[in-house]
């Protein structure tokens, strides 16, 4: 069956533009995770959806970072006015437990951001 | 702090002879271990979980808790293990998975 789709897969944003990333998540899969991997370094944990309940929100860096899975499906992690420490592949990945951190995570290709 | 250290962030190694990539973590509760693989030009992968105690293409790694560790071993290195190897640790207190760096392991003819 089809696995987690991202899209873009590249963008370019202008300092200050507001970007919009989209995860299409393996289909039945309970949990969502969003992550920030920055060059050379491992993924970071942004946050987590359990179907449509956001659980834990605590590794996103400012206010400027939003995420949403409205319908406990497709999630959209949203980064208002750019900066360019934003820069870095946004990776979504999903889960069909609700074990949070403990089974098997299925990763999508990533998004590249890069803010200019 | 949680923390995942990888030391080494490029090891090199001749087909046929042994691997071992280090991975060591800071957690004082019970810890949940994984290594994921990125083999060029595809997407993170799970290689394996310390709680499956499965060898996965040759791989094994063994959770010591004394010294806080959870190496990947694999006896005899394959060309087709080149890729990015990351170890990550679950918690018990949060559904936050813990990164490593990675290393990035390069077979030598």
């Known amino acids: 069956g089809a696995g987690v789709s991202q899209s873009p897969r590249y963008k370019v944003a202008k300092r200050g533009q507001d970007v919009a990333l989209r995860c299409d998540p393996i289909?039945?899969?309970?949990?969502l995770f969003w992550y920030q991997q920055a060059l050379g370094q491992g993924p970071e944990f942004l946050t987590y959806?359990?179907?449509?309940?956001?659980?834990?929100k605590s590794g996103l860096p400012s206010d400027r970072f939003f995420a949403e899975r409205p319908e406990g499906s497709v999630s959209t992690l949203k980064i208002q006015r750019t900066q360019q420490e934003d820069s870095a592949v946004y990776l979504c990945?999903?889960?069909?437990?609700?074990?949070?951190?403990?089974?098997?995570?299925?990763f999508g290709p990533g998004t590249r951001l890069t803010v200019t | 702090a949680q923390r995942v250290t990888q030391p080494e962030k490029l090891l090199s190694v001749f087909k046929g002879a042994p691997v071992e990539l280090k991975c060591n973590y800071s957690?004082?509760?019970?810890?949940?271990l994984f290594w994921y693989v990125q083999y060029s030009r595809q997407r993170l992968q799970l290689l394996l979980r310390?709680?499956?105690?499965?060898s996965i293409k040759g791989f094994t790694a063994d959770l010591n808790k004394g010294e806080t560790s959870f190496h990947l071993k694999k006896p005899f290195a394959q060309e087709e293990d080149s890729a990015m190897y990351y170890c990550?640790?679950?918690?018990?207190?949060?559904?936050?998975?813990?990164w490593g760096a990675g290393t990035k392991l390069i077979l030598q003819p």
């Open positions: 990945a999903s889960s069909p437990t609700q074990d949070g951190p403990y089974y098997e995570q299925y």
């Open positions: 957690y004082s509760g019970s810890p949940e």
């Open positions: 959806f359990q179907n449509e309940a956001q659980l834990d």
């Open positions: 990550a640790l679950g918690t018990d207190s949060n559904y936050q998975l813990i």
């Open positions: 310390h709680i499956s105690r499965e």
């Open positions: 289909s039945g899969h309970v949990s």
